[in-house]
């Protein structure tokens, strides 16, 4: 189950295999990366951060936390570009595997 979300005007979906695709036309087209872990210099600030056609996207900011009672990592994101919410519930491995 991708993570779906609007940010300036394109519809993303942050898929479990680390792939960003924008929707358009009923159409998915895989058009970057998405990762959680921090690289080289990057502050650990819990963000998720993203390209789209080979351009790093501006990072999209992720609040996580435990379901009960299955002990699931959920994460929420927010931006201020994003026109809406999704609650993405997933295994801890599947966020820090790239």
Same mark, same amino acid.
């Given at each position: 189950?991708p993570?779906?979300?609007?940010? =300036?005007?394109? &519809?993303?979906?942050? #898929?479990? *295999?680390?792939?960003?695709?924008? /929707?358009?036309? *009923? =159409?998915?087209?895989? +058009?970057?990366?998405?990762?959680?872990?921090?690289?080289?210099? +990057?502050?650990?600030?819990?963000?998720?951060?993203?390209?789209?056609g080979?351009?790093?996207?501006?990072?999209? =900011?992720? #609040?996580?936390?435990? /379901?009960?009672?299955? *002990?699931?990592? =959920?994460v929420?994101?927010?931006?201020?570009?994003?026109?809406?919410?999704? #609650?993405?519930? &997933?295994? #801890?491995?599947?966020?820090?595997?790239?």
């Amino acid at each position: 189950m991708p993570i779906t979300m609007t940010v =300036q005007g394109k &519809t993303l979906l942050f #898929l479990p *295999n680390g792939d960003v695709a924008v /929707s358009a036309d *009923n =159409q998915q087209t895989v +058009e970057g990366k998405w990762r959680s872990a921090v690289s080289g210099a +990057e502050p650990k600030d819990n963000k998720i951060r993203y390209t789209l056609g080979g351009a790093d996207q501006t990072p999209i =900011q992720a #609040l996580y936390s435990f /379901s009960d009672p299955s *002990n699931q990592l =959920q994460v929420i994101l927010a931006s201020r570009s994003m026109t809406a919410t999704t #609650l993405f519930i &997933t295994c #801890l491995t599947t966020m820090v595997m790239h």
